[in-house]
């Protein structure tokens, strides 16, 4: 019988070692195979939660938050692009020119869980899709909608959440504990509600502490 592992996977969708840490944790999930049946859940966490909705520009937030230049930036962004395609995600970083609010997606993605893990793995990877690889606005409420149409969601009821405050405080809550937790930097991998593994890992890194975990018991 597979050992059942809850994996609480705490990120961004503005975080592009986020979806490249997906990607690397769904391989290693896949080498695991049958050995692991892995309840796989996504959290919030707002890498810039007081960004305005309209975004700024991102060589302006990277000089002032981490003091790259124009040049850094672009080897910094060829770089993390070169991992993603390694790790089988097709990651557009020179199409991201702009970093945006990801509040509302956050409401969604906790609306998704309401309805099922695979529903929010699916919106997920359509956010990540959408910023990473189309380069789009991830504040836009049409870029949203339509990650939840592609998701399997209810477009009607996305455009409901998002006219209104719905899960805004169950969103601010959850931000609040992992805030409590310690954890400042994402994605942040807890599992089992014990373990933790911080970064966007290689699948090896993955694959052996998720045997670690389960030799422990």
Known sequence: MPA???????????????????ASLKTALGRLGDEVNADLHFSPFE????????????????????GLSPEQLAQNQANISARAQAEGFPMRMDLRTHAYNTFD??????WAQTVGNDKQLALKEALFRAYFVDGKRTSDPEVLV??????????????????????????????????????SSVPAIIFNNRHLVSGGQPPEVFEQAIRQILAEG
């Open 4 to 22: 059942t592992l809850n994996i609480d996977f705490v990120s961004d969708v503005a975080c592009p070692w986020c979806a490249i840490g997906l």
């Open 47 to 66: 890498l810039n939660p007081d960004m305005p909705v309209e975004g700024v520009p991102l060589a302006d937030y990277m000089s002032r938050k981490y």
């Open 105 to 110: 997606a956050h409401r969604l993605l906790h």
């Open 146 to 183: 339509d990650a939840v149409s592609q998701a399997g969601l209810d477009p009607a009821r996305a455009r409901e959440i998002l006219a209104t405050d719905e899960y805004a405080e169950q969103v601010r809550a959850l931000e609040r504990h992992y805030q409590n937790l310690g954890i």
